[in-house]
């Protein structure tokens, strides 16, 4: 445990009887050698001299004591910032420099140094869950059975909360890397015995190998790390080498995000449509806008790149204003007894004032409210159940239809379903694209049909793109179809599409 820099008392209190016994024995030996009484024969300039001697003595007691004052912080700033306090490990600062030591072995040696970026997934919320305490004993035990685990003339530091890395120079594996990283794996991964419980948790692994990787230590950690995210999203208590693909994908994730806001002000965006149709009857009903961005030089980008990404940001919630606008000021140029569906994003239905912004974007496009149709997916809705049904039921008091956009994919929790007002639900792609070869898929579409019913909506299917489609999406009793089968998203045509013939659409 580091010390405080203020001196300590034991050190004070030493000065002191130090100074103290030092000032009482130079007395008693003046006085023994009756010092005073001869200072007459003393010429006043070796008097000053023994005082100058004195203060000079003086002087450097108290120079040690300052010095060594400054020695003792400096040790405790050192050991507060370089040790981590629970574990004792090397902290991210210290790391860093061991990390570029290592970079600077390999060159020396050439001997490779392997970086295994170890992370407990969702310690913060195991932490929450448990208490600080306990978080912190999990910990000391993970460092503690991390140690164990690694082999000799490896370092071990703690780079975050739940996050450990450990330096493997070649000359210390004992098998092959493959090895060693299973082995801590299953090891690090079984459950940790606190005071309190028996702790489980889910451990992801990164690995970047010096020099291959790279020579920077903030470069390697950035890399060790998108390792480890790889291996998280592709399941649980897994590992991962760093490749450069990886990069690649987080250099463009970056790039897009740092484009966005200028695609905007450059009006690089645009809503193509794609129209919906009544499965019965065959007549238009409605459009869907979708977001299409045309960079001046990379060309379109596909929304499920940087949908997520705006998400991320936060720039989708002025996006998102851009297409409600733009949508409503588009479907006055189309037939009035057609609607325009608009998707809305999670954080855009959660934040800020959704009701006043479309109220807003109704008046200035002077468009009918039952004309709007907003798309909103299950997981928009679980993130805050009341305030959901809350924005749901004013939505709907004004006259504007909610449809529940790519149903099936999401928590699919049907008692939610009942709290929530909205008029249509959209069947996702999935369900469709494997009607024509699952009898069981049919099955279940009938029963989101007839739940959907239960409810008082519709029931829309998207991603239509065979006939044998639409005549089992009819047979199930789906009222809305919408997809390539009946026609691709397109720039704004108000002539473009018209009813479909019903035959099209009619049961063989
Ligand atoms: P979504 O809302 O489920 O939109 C349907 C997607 O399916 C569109 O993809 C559409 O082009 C595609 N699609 C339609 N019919 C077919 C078909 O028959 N086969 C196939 N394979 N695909 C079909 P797109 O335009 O790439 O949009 C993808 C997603 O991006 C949308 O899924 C939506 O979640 C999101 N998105 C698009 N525009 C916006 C927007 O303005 N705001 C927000 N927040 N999200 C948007
Ligand atoms: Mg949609
Ligand atoms: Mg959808």
Known sequence: MAGNPKRALWFKILTITGSGTGGLFL???????????NFSHISPATFGGIVAGLCALAAAIAAMSFFAGVDESEEYVYRETRIDKLTGFPSRLAMIGKISDAIGAVKRTGEPVFMIDIDIDRFKHINDAIG???????????????????PRGTTIGRMGAGEFVVLVPDSALEGSLDMLVEQLLEEMARPYQLTSHSQSVNISVGIVAMPKDGDDPIVLLRRSNLALQRARASGLGTWSVFHPEMSRVADYRQWIESELGAALERGDFDLHYQPQFDLLS???????????????????????????????????CELGEW??????????RLPDDTYVAINLSPTQFMNGDLIAMVKSALADARLKPERLELEITETAMTLDRDKAARILRELSDMGVSIAIDDFGTGYSNLSYLMDFTFKKLKIDRSFVSRLEHDSSTGAVVSTIVGLSRALGAHTLAEGVETESQAVLLKAAGCDVVQGFYYGKPQPLDPSAYRNVPVKQVAVH
């Not at 600080?132 to 690694?150: M, P, S, V």
């Not at 299409?292 to 720039?315: D, K, L, T």
């Open 27 to 37: 007395g008693l030996w003046a006085m023994k050698s009756n010092l005073l009484g």
């Open 132 to 150: 600080y305490q306990h978080g912190d004993e999990l910990i000391l035990e993970f460092g503690k059975r991390l140690k164990a685990n690694a």
């Open 282 to 316: 065959g007549k238009l009903v409605g459009y869907e806008a979708l977001l299409r961005w045309r960079h001046p030089e990379r060309g379109m980008i596909p929304p499920s790149e940087f949908i997520p990404v705006a998400e991320e940001s936060g720039i989708i």
């Open 323 to 332: 297409v409600l606008r733009r949508g409503c000021r588009d479907a006055s």
